[in-house]
Each structure stands twice: as structure tokens, then as C-alpha cells.
């Protein structure tokens, strides 16, 4: 297998340090290199244009170019081969202004080797070699960054500066690339989100996070207002104190809108689902309820007048099926709608939910609360809340294998908190995760709702803990102390 040769264009106007050059060279590569000398600068540029080289050698000062000029020249003609320049002086501040200029190496004629130059011409030709890798690697990420459909940013979070912007960023953003450059990300940031975003951003750095996700609102320049998800990401540090990271913008509005009438839907869904619910079970208790009571009665009129077997114990037991049929609808009207939550209210309504609990489980309950009295501003509320505590205990029984449930009832300064703990085998992981957890769903979503959160952790040594934190805004506290 041949080596292709290194091709080397020698610029050197004195014959003798020209032949000395060629001789090292030689020594140094052997027959590895083809070498083309030239005495005049304007000679190599004529060679440049009509040959491929891998290295220019150049004296500093030739008779038709001198200094910086012929660096400057070469590397117009030349931009992609490296140069060494060749001189007499050895002069550190001229070698770093000749490097800075775009040479790869200065050497000085005095005191050049054979491997000197041999490491010359590899490390030159190596090192132009990175470069040019690196320059096209940039010119791609250039390329990506300019044309993705992506927004995306070069920011400095602690001051909240651009290094740079994409046109796909300004437009979602609604400004010029210029004027983003000019401003801070701060600046874009519509005023009611502005606090929550600078927390955001605070944590990120603190926690030295490397990948993160926030969605704030951002006003922009037209006064419209859009909903962005912002995707922050590590890129790299700067300085000692300076960290560069990307961010990456989506406009989510339209995502946002519909998850909003999405909400609105179940809301009203929920709401009619309520008001059947009511309806159905006040129609078992009135109307169903009254004629089984009637039933009842008549049965228990009829088996005091006729004393004859089998024909009384035929009725007894027609008797006892009434009342069975009429307890049964008494419970079906309760679960639909329980009365004690309109007439007793929420708090009410939890302490029925819990004695009804206990007794139909064989579970052990404990109620605490520091608050006398609960209740909402918005029925619709309540019941949201009602029906929350409710799911939790349907799960409680159906999965955690609890002896013990524990419910507490606190007022901090943010709103009510509730929470129910049991000490059965713990929610996993992946039942809280699982798209089949309707149950839990449901709950999640209605807190949604009440602007409130919903909390569920659980292990198989301590049981499960369910915790709603329910807004101010939400619920109205009495505020006198359950001990007064």
C-alpha cells in the first residue's frame, strides 16, 4: 500500500537557507514529502492556484511582501493550508502575533532540525486538520441552530442575557433577533408569571440542574399574550463564573387552550354527572323508597290478620325482602348522593363517610381536626372534595389491606389539608403511574379543579398517605379553635 506524498510549498527568497531547509527536509521525511520552492510571494500565490499543498513554509520578509502583509495574503489565497513561518529573529511577541494571524507555527532559522521540522509538518498539518473539523462541525451546529423549527437561545441564566438567537425564537416570541439580543429572557416574560419563572430559574441553578422544564406565559411586542414550554439545557461553561445554556422554546397555547376546554368539559360533565346523580337517588328515596315503605305496611298489616300457615309465613318473609329491598335503596340513594352533604355540610359529610366506613369494613377509623367546621363557598366544590375522600377510601379497601385509616384535618396559612393514612401494603410506584388508575385520575383531575394538590406516596412498611392541600380560595374555615 503507497503513502500518498506530503506536498510543500517553500517560500524563501535566500538560496542558501532555502537549500538548507531542503536538505533537513529531506533527512527529516525522505522521499515521504515533494517540495516546490518559490522566491516571491507573488510566485507561491501563482503556484497556489495551480497546485494542492498540504504545507506552506514561508520566510516573514520576502522582496515583494513583509511582516503580518505576507501571513495575510497567504491566508487569503490559502485559508485552508497551514503555515509555518520561517524566521531569523527569535522574537516571542512577533511569534504570537504571527499565530494570532493564522500561522500554525513559528520557527526560527537558526536553530531548525531535522526533527524539528519533521514534527513541524505533522503537528502544522494535524493541527489544520482539527481545525478544519472543528470549523465544519461549527458550520453545521450553525446551520441547525439557524434552521431548526425549533426556538432556541444561547442564555446566560444568572443574568438572564442572550449570546445568541435563532429566527425560529424570535419568531415565537414575537420581537426581532436584534432586539432579543439587546434585552433579557426576564424582559419577554408576561409580569404575573415574572415571579414564579425567577424561582424556576433559581432553582436551576442552585440545583445545577442540566435539563429542565418550565412553561410560563410571555407578552409579546403586538401586547399578545402565548403560553411557551421552555426546555433548559447545560451547553457550557464560559468562564469561571459564567455558564452558557441552551434554551429551547415551544409555543404550547394551543395546547394549553385545549387541556383548558378539556377541563372545562370534565368539569361540566362532572357537574351534570352530580346533578343525575342526585336526581336518580332522591327519585329511589322518594318515590321507590315511599313505595317499598308502603309495602311494608300493608305486608305488616296483613300478617297480623292472618295467622294461618303457610299463608303468614309467606308474608313474613315478603316482610323481610321489603325491608332488605328498602335498606338496599336507602344505601344506593346515600352513595349517589349522601344527604348529610347537604344538610351538614362538608365536615359532616366526612365524619358520616367515615362511620359508614368503619362499619361496613371492619376497618379502624380516626378523625382529627383543629377546625370546628368546613365548608365551601361553591357547593360544587364540596362535593368535588367529598367524592376525592371518598375515592381514596374505595381504594383503601378494595387494595391496602389496612386495619387502621387515620384522617386529619389542618388549616395552614395556604388552606385546608387534609390527610388519610393507612397502614396496608403501600401504593406502588406503578399504580400510580398505570393509565388504568381511573380512580386516581379522577382525583388528580378534580383537584385540578379546585387550583388545589393532590399528594399519594406509599411503601409496604408504612401504608399509603393521601394529602390534599386545598387553596384558601377554595374553601371557607371557621375560624375559632375546635378546643374553645
Not at 542558501?16 to 522566491?39: K, N, P, Y
Not at 527569535?90 to 524539528?116: C, F, H, M, P
Not at 378534580?446 to 406509599?458: D, Y
Request: aromatic fraction near 4%; charged fraction near 25%; include cysteine.
Amino acid at each position: 500500500m503507497t503513502t500518498s506524498k506530503i506536498n510543500i510549498l517553500l517560500i524563501e527568497d535566500n538560496e542558501t537557507d532555502a537549500f538548507l531547509v531542503q536538505s533537513d527536509l529531506q533527512r527529516a521525511m525522505g522521499d515521504q514529502i515533494s517540495l516546490v520552492h518559490a522566491e516571491r510571494l507573488s510566485s507561491a500565490l501563482e503556484l497556489l492556484q495551480q497546485h494542492s499543498f498540504d504545507l506552506i513554509l514561508s520566510d516573514l520578509t520576502l522582496p515583494d511582501s513583509d511582516g503580518i502583509t505576507t501571513i495575510n495574503r497567504l491566508r487569503e489565497s490559502a485559508a485552508d493550508i497551514p503555515i509555518a513561518v520561517l524566521s531569523f529573529r527569535d522574537d516571542e511577541k512577533l511569534a504570537i502575533k504571527i499565530i494570532k494571524a493564522g500561522a500554525q507555527d513559528y520557527l526560527v532559522k537558526g536553530s531548525l532540525t531535522e526533527g524539528v521540522l519533521a514534527r513541524v509538518i505533522r503537528y502544522s498539518i494535524e493541527r489544520k486538520r482539527i481545525e478544519e473539523s472543528n470549523r465544519k462541525a461549527q458550520k453545521r451546529f450553525q446551520t441547525i441552530f439557524e434552521k431548526a423549527p425549533l426556538g432556541i437561545a444561547l442564555i446566560n441564566l444568572q443574568t438572564g442575557k442572550y449570546y445568541d438567537v435563532n429566527p425560529k425564537y424570535a419568531s415565537i416570541a414575537g420581537r426581532g433577533v436584534n432586539e432579543l439580543l439587546s434585552i433579557n429572557q426576564s424582559d419577554i416574560v408576561h409580569p404575573d408569571d415574572l415571579p414564579s419563572y425567577k424561582d424556576d430559574i433559581a432553582h436551576i441553578i442552585n440545583q445545577q440542574l442540566h435539563d429542565s422544564k418550565i412553561v410560563k406565559r410571555i407578552l409579546r411586542s403586538d401586547m399578545s399574550v402565548i403560553w411557551i414550554e421552555m426546555s433548559i439545557v447545560l451547553f457550557e461553561m464560559i468562564g469561571d463564573l459564567e455558564v452558557c445554556y441552551l434554551c429551547m422554546i415551544e409555543d404550547v397555547t394551543e395546547r394549553k387552550r385545549m387541556i383548558e376546554n378539556l377541563r372545562h368539559l370534565t368539569t361540566h360533565l362532572q357537574d351534570i354527572r352530580e346533578e343525575e346523580r342526585t336526581r336518580i337517588g332522591r327519585e329511589i328515596h322518594d318515590v321507590l323508597g315511599g313505595t317499598l315503605t308502603v309495602l311494608k305496611m300493608d305486608l305488616d298489616w296483613l300478617s297480623k290478620k292472618i295467622n294461618t300457615e303457610p299463608m303468614h309465613e309467606r308474608i313474613m318473609s315478603l316482610y323481610q325482602l321489603t325491608g332488605e329491598a328498602i335498606e338496599t335503596a336507602r344505601r344506593v340513594s346515600v352513595n349517589l348522593r349522601p344527604n348529610v352533604l347537604d344538610h351538614l355540610g362538608l365536615y359532616g359529610a366526612i365524619e358520616w363517610l367515615i362511620r359508614e366506613f368503619e362499619q361496613r369494613t371492619n376497618i379502624k377509623c380516626s378523625l382529627e381536626s383543629t377546625i370546628p367546621n368546613v365548608s365551601c363557598i361553591n357547593k360544587h366544590h364540596e362535593t368535588s372534595i367529598f367524592r376525592i375522600i371518598q375515592e381514596a377510601f374505595i381504594n383503601i379497601a378494595r387494595h391496602a389491606k389496612a386495619t387502621k385509616v387515620d384522617i386529619e384535618l389542618l388549616e395552614d396559612q395556604d388552606g385546608l389539608v387534609i390527610t388519610i393514612k393507612d397502614n396496608g401494603i403501600g401504593i406502588t410506584e406503578s399504580q400510580l403511574l398505570s393509565h388504568g388508575s381511573f380512580g386516581i385520575i379522577g382525583m388528580n383531575e378534580r383537584m385540578q379543579q379546585l387550583g388545589g394538590k393532590l399528594e399519594i406516596v406509599g411503601s409496604p412498611v408504612e401504608g399509603s398517605m393521601v394529602t390534599l392541600r386545598i387553596p384558601v380560595a377554595t374553601i371557607g374555615l371557621f375560624e375559632e379553635s375546635i378546643n374553645d
